[in-house]
T-cell receptor, first 117, second 118 residues
């Protein structure tokens, strides 16, 4: 299957600083990528849909000014957590889809565990 | 709206026992996809299966099998002869079609934490 690479896998930052997470599709072009957040012992919750060359679409309750998404190319989307606070500590996972006429499948990155201290 | 329910929050079984993880979904779409993912303690999602809504044939892959019942909106997952390495959180998921020109986003169920005891 297709490969999606996410970097970094773990990051610790100080409260008030910003953190950037990268999501790359390594062997396919992804016009759409998705960003999920997972708190401990909870499910994955979709934060936003990232579209190449246009603004991201955010799910209800997700602050677009706090979670900046940039999808500048067909293989890279970035999520920047601005002015991070301890409550932003979570596991962030991206996914990218390829469109096949008959099928659709989402490929997930390895995830980024963010800890804000 | 689309929704996925996994009623079993946690399950513990003794090694070599069979275990079935339940999944019930809700959707108004006629075309959709169902998935199962495994999430070990490392956090990475491991893709297990994708099934489209037009294919109700059950599937077996080694010790894993899936039973798709469209009439009851269920997509249950059975592990036969469970092993310690099967211990993980398992998510059932449903694709949420955005339209013909958009890619699907995936709606996850709450997950079932499976512990296989030696």
């Amino acid at each position: 299957g297709a490969v999606v690479s996410q970097h970094p896998s773990r990051v610790i930052c100080k409260s008030g600083t910003s953190v950037k997470i990268e999501c790359r599709s390594l062997d396919f072009q992804a016009t759409t990528m998705f960003w999920y957040r997972q708190f401990p012992k909870q499910s994955l919750m979709l934060m936003a849909t990232s579209n190449e060359g246009s603004k991201a679409t955010y799910e209800q309750g997700v602050e677009k000014d706090k979670f900046l998404i940039n999808h500048a190319s067909l293989t890279l989307s970035t999520l920047t957590v601005t002015s991070a606070h301890p409550e932003d500590s979570s596991f962030y996972i991206c996914s990218a889809s390829t469109w096949d006429h008959m099928n659709t499948e989402a490929f997930f990155g390895q995830g980024t565990r963010l800890t804000v201290v | 709206a689309q929704k996925v329910t996994q009623a079993q929050t946690e399950i513990s079984v003794v090694e070599k026992e069979d275990v079935t993880l339940d999944c019930v979904y809700e959707t108004r779409d006629t075309t959709y996809y169902l998935f199962w993912y495994k999430q070990p303690p490392s956090g990475e999602l491991v893709f297990l299966i994708r099934r489209n809504s037009f294919d109700e044939q059950n599937e077996i892959s080694g010790r894993y099998s899936w039973n798709f019942q469209k009439s009851t909106s269920s997509f249950n997952f059975t592990i036969t002869a469970s092993q310690v390495v099967d211990s993980a959180v398992y998510f059932c998921a449903l694709s949420d079609p955005q339209g013909k020109t958009s890619y699907d986003k995936v709606i996850f169920g709450p997950g079932t934490s499976l512990s296989v005891i030696p």
